[in-house]
């Protein structure tokens, strides 16, 4: 479970207004979301959320208890929950939650409450 003390800090928010990735967007690999509740939403946020026209969202729940789990991420739009999707993981840590993450396609973008 290294990969709980090792993560990239990223900090994205659902209301950003930039189209480009994070800054702090490092390549493929494991991230925790340096927010309030540094959680992906779990349920579609809609199109023109996170600086993005396709926002990410968890399809499904989060792990509990130190477990990790194969998701999907979803990319929303104003009319469709799930236009394409992606694989990831995410593995819950000492309380709070990190993320495997993949490269993107343009206009994508993972959300965060």
């Not at 194969?70 to 990319?75: A, L, N, P, R």
């Not at 799930?82 to 593995?91: D, F, L, P, R, Y």
Request: aromatic letters at 14%; proline letters at 4%.
């Amino acid at each position: 479970r290294s990969y709980c003390d090792n993560q990239h800090q990223v900090i994205m928010k659902t209301n950003d207004v930039d189209f480009h990735p994070s800054p702090d967007w490092k390549g493929e690999g494991w991230y925790r979301f340096d927010t309030f509740n540094g959680k992906m939403p779990e349920n579609a946020p809609g199109g023109d959320k996170c600086g993005t026209s396709l926002a990410g969202w968890v399809k499904g729940s989060h792990p509990s208890n130190g477990a990790t789990k194969d998701v999907e991420i979803c990319f929303s739009d104003d009319s469709t929950d799930c236009v394409t999707s992606v694989t990831a993981k995410i593995s819950e840590c000492y309380g709070y939650y990190v993320y495997y993450l993949k490269e993107l396609a343009c206009m994508q973008r993972y959300c965060v409450e």
